[in-house]
């Protein structure tokens, strides 16, 4: 019997009743949900940082005299940060805990992001120069990265194998969730109090979530530490089936990006939509996205199929990314039934965003299951690397995309990318 087996047959103890920390601290068998409201809070909170800035795109572009080149570097390397300091943090997670690595993360994050909205903001006097924006968000992602590993760990220590889908699920709802309520308020708020009401909410949030954490973010007593079910196969970056999970996961994100970086500047440019439809749109795919997020870690949890339902998840994005390529390419060839198209092409762009963002805890709870709950940190900071490379590139690459083929030639790419992702989360033999 594999250790990964034999940890699906003894949970954790803290959740069987009370127990005490090692510092004598009493932890109720409710105790993991407070934790999971950390890992929800401190997600959300930067999700709103990472999805909720590029929804500003249209008034960020704007505000600082930006060309789409500019404007896809400055939040290209937003992405980058996270991509280049994900792994480290959760090297570090692995090493120092899930709440020192948190509390640190998130506290910087909150002060860098402070010292944006005093510093890096268009004024009377002057506007920044693109690469301070630019290099500006790049700290910001380089600090952000320690929350996904941490709040990842303390999640798969507090809870059962059974359970853990669904938490996890729970945990990736955040991710949405934050970026919604971004895409929801950071537009208007930027358009009517600029940038420094923007960085200065946001800081605040970040700030908060530190709070939380301090307060009820625990590693579990000895007897119920997840690192007490290691899984008896080779370290996460030595394990070539963590490596292709975390490959397909980025894969699978490279679509996922260019909704949330650029389906704000697609809506305006191409279908006229202003800034409260576009806001409408791009929180109804971030709902959306919530929702089957849960539904998704509940089912997978029950019938065992987490393999299958990502390549469901790959094949559905790919036909919805494909269905929205046809689209474009018909609005210019169809001038009678044009209003029509353009009236479908935000629900098109709503179910692609959607579909293409529904299978994140189910993928970041097989990996998990994968490594071994000890290595929870390492393992999901690998995967991170990748998702947010394609934070990176996807905003850099889509500029030239434009350039080249326009808006068909964006979503083809999409389309292409998600195709690629099904075989790869095959099951290898």
Known sequence: MSAIDCADQQPPQILQGSAASPAGRVFGPNHRWKVLGIGVAANAGFSATFSGIPATAVVLRQSYHLGNAE???AL????LGVALSELPWGLLT???GDRRVLLIGLGATAAWLLAMAMLVVPTMSGIP???LLAASLLVTGLLGGSVNGSSGRAIMAWFRENERGFAMSIRQTAVPLGGGLGALVLPSL?????????FGLLAAVSALSALFAWRWLHEPPPA?????????????LRNIEVWRISTAIGLLCFPQVAVLTFASVFLHDFAGLGTTAISASLTAVQVGAMVMRV???????RHGNRRQFLRLCSALSALAFVVLWVLVLAVPAMPASQSFLLAVLPLVLVVAGISVSAWHGVAYTELATLAGAGHVGTALSLANSFVFVGFFLVPVAIPGLLHLWSWPGVWLSAAACALVAWPVFLKRA
Do not use: I, N
């Not at 539904?295 to 949890?301: A, I, K, L, Q, V």
């Open 190 to 198: 930027a358009l009517a109090f600029g940038f420094a009401a923007v």
């Open 71 to 73: 404007l896809g570097l």
């Open 76 to 79: 290209g390397l937003l992405g």
């Open 129 to 131: 120069d693109v690469m």
């Open 295 to 301: 539904w998704s870690g509940r089912f997978t949890d």
């Open 224 to 236: 119920g530490e997840a690192h007490a079910v290691l899984s008896d196969g080779p370290a996460p």
């Open 94 to 96: 692995d090493r120092w």
